[in-house]
Nanobody, 124 residues
Framework: QVQLVESGGGLVQAGGSLRLSCAVS????????RGWFRQGPGKEREFVAA????????YYADSVKGRFTISRDNAKNTVALQMNSLKPEDTAVYYCAARGPGPDWDRGFGYDYWGQGTQVTVSS
């Protein structure tokens, strides 16, 4: 009942920028928080950023803090991830996710709905 579709991935040189977008459809009223995750080659899926849908503070993994910015547009029912100063280690498939109310949403836990991902490749 909740679908998420990511877009905006691509190939970029180190130091460049990309903006990812996630469109959410279905029973969007059941989503309490939105988040971005990524999985690089040979790595586990990791938490990148999260935002409460009603507003408030945002949270980031230490590896992207200061470079990435998560934002929301409730009118368009989208969540974006602005990625600046990209590094080769940022290369990964990026996933948009959502979850209902509960603890630890700001640490990347409890996300129930997932998109299929968009590839981001950063060349050196």
């Amino acid at each position: 009942q909740v679908q998420l579709v990511e877009s905006g991935g691509g190939l970029v040189q180190a130091g460049g920028s990309l903006r990812l977008s996630c469109a959410v459809s279905g029973r969007t009223t059941s989503t309490y928080a939105r988040g971005w995750f990524r999985q690089g080659p040979g790595k586990e899926r990791e938490f990148v950023a999260a935002i409460k849908w009603s507003g408030g503070p945002t949270y980031y993994a230490d590896s992207v803090k200061g470079r990435f910015t998560i934002s929301r547009d409730n009118a368009k029912n989208t969540v974006a991830l602005q990625m600046n100063s990209l590094k080769p280690e940022d290369t990964a498939v990026y996933y948009c996710a959502a979850r209902g109310p509960g603890p630890d949403w700001d640490r990347g836990f409890g996300y129930d709905y997932w998109g299929q991902g968009t590839q981001v490749t950063v060349s050196s």
